[in-house]
């Protein structure tokens, strides 16, 4: 009887010891330290809350406290139109798209043609935003999220933008939301990312024509951050994290030939059905089993014929009953 091919235990040295000749020190492997942050983990939802409800509470009150500002008043101008016609005229030399005007429209149906009505807009896409970084929790964890957001709602500047009828809120939103929506696209492989991501950026090419540009510098911090983090981890440049693909043989499908008509199995099941029925057959010297029998009446019209004959209509002709599936076809000695 062939040996085993099992190294023998060999004994272990104390570390604190002096190793013999041959042999090393053990040594313990470090324990891995807790994560003191861990418990932010367990409250990121009311945080969340929290943040959101901030960032709506600054943004809200007065916000028909001061009179429209110069680009305020120029799209206070084309809603008013907007309302007024029901239609609106893209003018190019105005290097803005509609989508801050039908949404100003929305608003002037629900709570009439205001300066709060007006900016209730940008205020809706300033809270938006936020929960758009909120939404990054897979891809940056629970306290850079939590964080990020909390300064967004805080942000003087975020603030400001939030409260001011432009474009400018509605273009970050929607950057936001793409960037998020192909993050979490290319992590989690969801189809409603890819949807979210083009609902963004139709926000964004419907609000400023600068969109274009924004997709050219997104496009360079992308690389610029895969050139990055392959330098910190040793890896070429330009280098890839996509698995390379492996070819694999797919098995074929077993099979069997009945009447000139291959059956395919379709599974496993299936195949340890045909392998019996090949059993079957070797068994019987190649012949092959009867299908369904019929009668000439079908058991449904006058029987017109004195003798019991039936008509083999094949093995998917309905199911057989056993009686039937015991008959076998055997070819005619000549």
Do not use: C
Request: net charge negative; aromatic share 8%; hydrophobic share 50%.
């Amino acid at each position: 009887m062939p040996a085993a091919d099992v190294a023998a235990p060999q004994p272990s040295v104390p570390a604190t010891e002096d190793p013999r000749p041959g042999q090393t020190r053990a040594s313990a492997a470090p324990a891995e330290r807790p994560d003191p942050l861990a418990w932010v983990d367990g409250w990121f939802i009311p945080a969340a809350i929290g943040i959101l409800l901030v960032a709506t509470a600054i943004r809200l009150p007065e916000l028909g406290l001061n009179p429209f500002h110069h680009d305020e008043g120029v799209n206070g101008w084309f809603t008013t139109n907007l309302v007024r016609t029901g239609s609106y005229v893209y003018d190019p030399q105005n290097y803005h798209g509609p989508s801050l005007y039908y949404l100003a429209l929305a608003s002037e149906i629900l709570f009439g043609l205001t300066d709060t009505a007006m900016r209730l807009v940008p205020v809706v896409f300033g809270v938006l935003t936020v929960a758009i970084v909120l939404g990054l929790r897979p891809a940056l964890g629970s306290v850079a999220t939590l964080v990020a957001a909390a300064l967004i709602a805080i942000s003087p500047g975020m603030v400001y933008i939030s409260r001011y009828f432009i474009h400018e809120m509605l273009l970050v939103a929607g950057t936001a939301g793409f960037v998020a929506s192909v993050l979490l696209y290319l992590r989690t492989g969801k189809p409603p990312f890819v949807i979210s991501a083009a609902v963004a950026l139709a926000v964004m090419a419907t609000t400023k024509e600068s969109w274009i540009i924004e997709l050219g510098v997104l496009g360079i911090a992308a690389v610029v951050t895969v050139v990055y983090v392959n330098v910190r981890t040793g890896k070429p440049p330009f280098a890839t994290s996509a698995p390379a693909r492996t070819t694999t043989t797919r098995k074929k499908p077993k099979s069997i030939w009945v009447d000139g008509v291959e059956y395919r199995a379709a599974d496993e099941a299936a195949e340890r059905a045909i392998a019996f029925y090949e059993r079957l057959q070797a068994a019987n010297g190649g012949d092959v089993r009867a299908g369904r029998l019929v009668a000439e009446d079908e058991g449904t019209h006058e029987d017109t014929e004195a003798d019991l004959v039936a008509e083999d209509v094949g093995i998917n002709g309905a199911g057989a009953s056993a009686e039937e599936a015991a008959v076998h076809v055997i070819a005619d000695e000549d």
